[in-house]
């Protein structure tokens, strides 16, 4: 079995998985995003605290399981440094004191594997990914050849969910608060300009979409913003950001560029309406579309686990001196 440890945000979570049966064995997480809520975003420091109350207590229910482990696995790129240290740390002393090696889990390949927990692996597969630090368009082959064909020039879909939700007091995270809001709202009532419209490149924006939406709740607010306000902004706010990712899709299948199967992951995934709307495009294309369970959505050890166990099969372990964490990652 191998034990991962996921802890590059504001999720502490650890996982145990069979090597041989991809079988998930033990998983649990403790989200802080209670805690993060009052300040409308992941205070990085506070997760790092968080983490070090969480992990420990999780970690106390996999004792069992302690000799049966073959190796640990642990996020070490790309994601907040203060709270992938936590994680990280945690995997060195195991791999220590078990004197089993250390496997370094890109987060990113974690999300895309999310689609194939306690399952096979399904490729070639074309991925958008879209979470809180990410929106990428993925041409994924195997574990080790993806390619990013796209990416965001500035904020991601689910942060530019969060500011949203911030700019409106509504709390965070904000993906899952503006959904529902949008819900009840009217998506015409106010006309956000679709980012890099007429932009032929395979990229994506979300600062303009964001100050838009700013100044429109400026000028509501002169008066009172009520809670019709709120969902119409939502409502119109969510169909431009979902139109914006729906070009770039549409534009990568003119290019004829994707393959027959596509797949959403990440946090924002969680989407419904972006949801709804790929998988009727990928009806119309007759392609095949993968998702990966809502629970795996956002981030979780799970997914770590599950990219470790083709790892640990290719022994692609790293040693205690070697590993490092990082915020950033240029390509995979
Ligand atoms: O993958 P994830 O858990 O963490 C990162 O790796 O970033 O994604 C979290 C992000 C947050 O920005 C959150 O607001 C967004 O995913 N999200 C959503 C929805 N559910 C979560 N965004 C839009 N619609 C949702 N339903
Ligand atoms: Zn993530």
């Known amino acids: 079995m191998i034990l991962s440890i996921e802890s590059s945000c504001d999720d502490s979570s650890i996982a145990i998985t069979d090597i041989k049966s991809k079988r998930l064995i033990f998983h649990k997480k403790i989200s802080q995003e209670l805690q993060h809520s009052v ?24 004792k069992g399981y302690f000799p049966k482990l073959k190796a640990i696995a642990v996020t070490n790129a790309p994601g907040l440094s203060v709270t992938l ?15 089993i090696p250390l496997i370094a889990v890109n987060h990113l390949k974690g999300h895309i594997y999310s689609l194939f927990i306690e399952k096979e692996t399904v490729f070639p597969v074309t991925i958008l990914l879209v979470s809180g ?5 993925i041409e994924a082959k195997s ?11 500035d904020d991601s879909f689910g942060e530019s969910f969060d500011k949203v939700a911030k700019m409106m007091n509504l709390g965070y995270p904000g993906g899952p608060i503006v959904q529902e809001k949008a819900l009840n709202g009217d998506e015409n009532r106010f006309d956000f300009p679709v980012p890099l419209r007429q932009s032929p490149n395979i990229e994506f924006s979300y600062s303009g979409l964001k100050n838009a939406v700013r100044l429109q709740i400026e000028k509501l607010e002169e008066d009172e913003l009520e809670e019709k306000d709120i969902c119409d902004i939502c409502a119109s706010f969510e169909k431009t950001a979902v139109a ?24 924002a995934s969680a989407n419904i309406r972006l949801r709804g709307e790929i998988e009727a495009l990928c009806q119309k294309h007759k392609m095949k579309l993968f998702l990966s369970e809502l629970k795996y959505c956002s981030d979780n050890a799970a997914m770590i686990g599950r990219v470790a166990i083709e790892q640990f099969e290719n022994k692609d372990f790293t040693s205690i001196e070697d590993i490092d964490v990082q915020t950033r990652l240029k390509g995979f």
């Open 133 to 137: 630090g990410h929106t990428q368009l």
């Open 143 to 153: 574990l080790d050849d993806m390619k990013i064909l796209g990416s965001t020039l």
């Open 85 to 99: 240290m936590e994680g990280v740390t945690m995997a060195k002393a195991l791999s220590l004191s078990l004197n």
């Open 244 to 267: 914006h990712i729906m070009q770039k899709v549409k534009k990568l299948l003119k290019k004829n560029s994707a393959f027959g199967n596509f797949a959403i992951v990440g946090g």
């Open 39 to 62: 300040y409308g975003g992941v205070v990085p420091e506070l997760a790092a605290r968080l983490h070090v109350e969480a992990l420990p207590k999780i970690l106390q229910e996999c």
